[in-house]
């Protein structure tokens, strides 16, 4: 889980300051430092010189930077007069050159997401649930009952979009809130259109306790075989054998399979199947680590996963790309309108390190990478002095005046800046540690 959270969020970082880099060196200002990691009190891992720029690794993982020729004051640098250098000083730019420099690294973290996300679809294929087939249902957990969700649901739309993505029906695309399901319930041999509004409290209380507390997909599976004492003596196996009750309670779906299992852990285990026709029970039989002797195969017989071609698997990519940044920004106005605390609404590193899980799954660790670079890229546009956003403000506020900002007056807003974004990560910090106890 560390190594996962170390190397995606290096990898961002490094792309983000990539981004600043580029655009810096194609405008001709002078860079001085490229860093992952910050080299505090002049301590590093690693550093080399190339063309005037100093490359290198710190030992504090709180980010990167990239450090031009007057960036932090438009008067001389600590290191002497640069007067040679004038015109490849940040500050001696023009202001449409600066604001570029400063939106390179967003825009570099938006692409990020938009390239991995098509390769996502590029390499996984693009499943989708046919919503209106029998084998598709859901399981609401408490949070779905509590939003009005019952077993057996088909959700046949979100906010009016009828084509389900698999990957979204089970993301953060729920997690927006004022979410408008559009659900088919069965009443007999009635069948009920229903729109049912989530609130957004709700839809946060998903986002801290899981998606599987909302509701869960009840896939088909079939029996791959059934152990029982008696057929162990022999080695023989009912098998692909429906299961159909436990201990007497029907079973419809593994998920539920699974629920009664548990619930039924202390107790002896007969399962109602149907074998040869006819329907007879058999006792299960329990291992010395208290495991059944049966094993399952499961196949969700509503999901169809399609090849795409790269331009289809590009076109998905971008589309996943602006419903994260819309996603992002309903969250961000949720906060300012007081209808999510913002202490449910931070996540810091220790609670983001938790997301990656404890063993390597390529699929959510590039999917996770792809939403945290979004949520980077959003972050660095709130006008806060240290971040992108303050930078770009206080450069627009040059270019409306006409004339460059004070040295004593930058110097005290970058200061300013850092404290307040100092202030931010303690409290993450705490909100994480605090969520964790």
Avoid: C
Wanted: proline share 3%.
């Amino acid at each position: 889980m560390t190594l996962q959270f170390l190397a995606g969020m290096s990898l961002l970082v490094l792309v983000h300051e990539l981004g600043h880099f580029l655009a810096a060196k194609a405008f001709g200002i002078r860079v001085r430092k490229f860093y992952l990691f910050f080299d505090a009190w002049g301590f590093r891992l690693f550093k080399f010189h190339f063309k005037g720029t100093e490359y290198g690794i710190g030992w504090l993982p709180l980010g990167g930077y990239v450090k031009m020729a007057g960036m932090l004051s438009n008067r001389d640098d600590e290191e002497g007069n640069e007067g040679s250098f004038a015109h490849r000083r940040y500050h001696n730019k023009p202001v449409w050159q600066r604001v570029i420099v400063m939106l390179s690294g967003i825009l570099m973290n938006l692409i990020l997401a938009a390239v991995i996300y098509s390769g996502l679809t590029l390499h996984y294929g693009k499943g989708y649930v046919t919503t209106l087939k029998d084998g598709y249902r859901i399981i609401p957990g408490q949070l779905g009952k509590e939003a009005g969700l019952k077993p057996g649901d088909q959700i046949v739309a979100f906010d009016q979009d009828s084509l389900l993505d698999v990957d979204e029906l089970t993301s953060t695309r729920l997690m927006r809130g004022k979410t408008l399901l559009s659900v088919i319930r069965s009443n007999g041999r009635e069948r009920v259109h229903l729109h049912i509004h989530v609130s957004p409290k709700i839809m946060q209380s998903v986002a801290d306790k899981g998606l599987t507390q909302f509701f869960t997909l009840n896939a088909g599976y079939k029996m791959d075989s059934i152990y029982t004492n008696v057929d162990l003596r022999g080695k023989k196996l009912f098998q692909k054998e429906p299961v159909i009750a436990l201990n007497g309670d029907s079973v419809h779906s593994y998920e539920e399979f699974l629920v009664k299992l548990h619930k039924n852990k202390t107790k002896e285990l007969m399962l109602t199947i149907v074998h040869d026709g006819k329907t007879r029970q058999v006792k299960a039989h329990r291992e010395k680590d208290g495991d059944i002797g049966f094993s399952m195969t499961t196949a969700f017989s509503g999901k169809v996963n399609d090849p795409v071609s790269v331009s289809d698997a590009a076109g998905n990519g971008a589309k996943r790309t602006m419903t994260a940044i819309a996603n992002n920004a309903r969250g961000f106005t949720q906060i300012l309108k007081g209808e999510v605390p913002l202490k449910e609404a931070l996540n810091g590193p220790v609670r983001i390190a938790t997301m990656f899980g404890d063993h390597l799954d390529w699929k959510r660790f590039w999917g996770l990478i792809a939403l945290l670079s979004i949520g980077i890229a959003f972050i660095n546009l709130l006008p806060i002095p240290s971040l992108d956003g303050g930078q770009v403000l206080m450069v627009a506020i040059e270019g409306i005046r006409g004339k460059p900002t004070k040295p004593e007056t930058l110097e005290m807003v970058q200061v300013t800046g850092f404290f307040l974004l100092m202030g931010i990560l303690a409290f993450v910090f705490y909100n994480d540690i605090r969520s964790l106890i």
